[in-house]
């Protein structure tokens, strides 16, 4: 076992954002009641479409050729959310960059969360959070999210809640864009 062993994790106001190693991002696909065992809690199964499958798909393949270090740029991260109801922990959804900062310093942000948990901050309240993360390495000058969709009309206010701005479109489109010094706090 590596250094990635060490569990990466991300504290917010509502929820935990946990860094998934290789293995529980395989047990999300093939065996999520594993992933579940391990974890201690359960996870949402309806986020894992066939688009989030494939997705995923795309992460083992770049987290099996990434050095360790890097993983966190390049694995989903689980949004754990403690239940209101009191009966513990969910991993209500997922969200990660599509690797690590370029040569220009930008980085592609994506996510994804359970639809009995939409509408209530949470997924603002975990881009947020990942902006922050991301920012912390200097590497890291620009989050983007290109192409979302503009009939998506949920992620486009997430992505304007969290201080992005749109710096392109087209018709069916809006590119989003954070930089490091639009950051206020």
């Not at 990466?8 to 954002?17: A, K, V």
């Not at 529980?24 to 359960?42: H, I």
């Not at 209500?92 to 994506?110: H, Q």
């Not at 390495?137 to 992620?155: E, F, G, H, K």
């Amino acid at each position: 076992m590596g250094v990635w062993e060490t569990v990466c994790e991300i504290r917010t106001e509502r929820q935990r954002l946990v860094a998934l190693t290789e293995e529980q991002l395989s047990l999300y696909l093939a065996a999520p009641q594993e992933l579940e065992q391990e974890l201690g809690f359960p996870v949402s199964r309806r986020i894992v479409t066939d688009r989030v499958r494939g997705a995923i798909g795309k992460k083992l393949s770049k987290m099996a050729l990434a050095d360790e270090t890097d993983h966190p740029w390049v694995t989903y991260w689980l949004v754990v959310i403690d239940s209101l109801a009191g009966d513990g922990p969910f991993g209500a959804g997922l969200l990660g960059f599509k690797g690590c900062p370029d040569r220009n310093g930008e980085v592609e942000i994506g996510y994804g969360l359970d639809p009995d948990y939409q509408n209530k901050g949470h997924i603002t309240e975990a881009v947020r959070a990942m902006i922050a993360w991301a920012f912390q390495d200097p590497q890291c000058t620009s989050v983007i999210a290109p192409n979302t969709q503009r009939v998506n009309l949920a992620s486009n206010r997430v992505l304007a809640k969290v201080g992005m701005r749109v710096y392109a479109e087209t018709d069916d489109a809006l590119f989003w864009r954070i930089d490091r010094e639009d950051r206020s706090g």
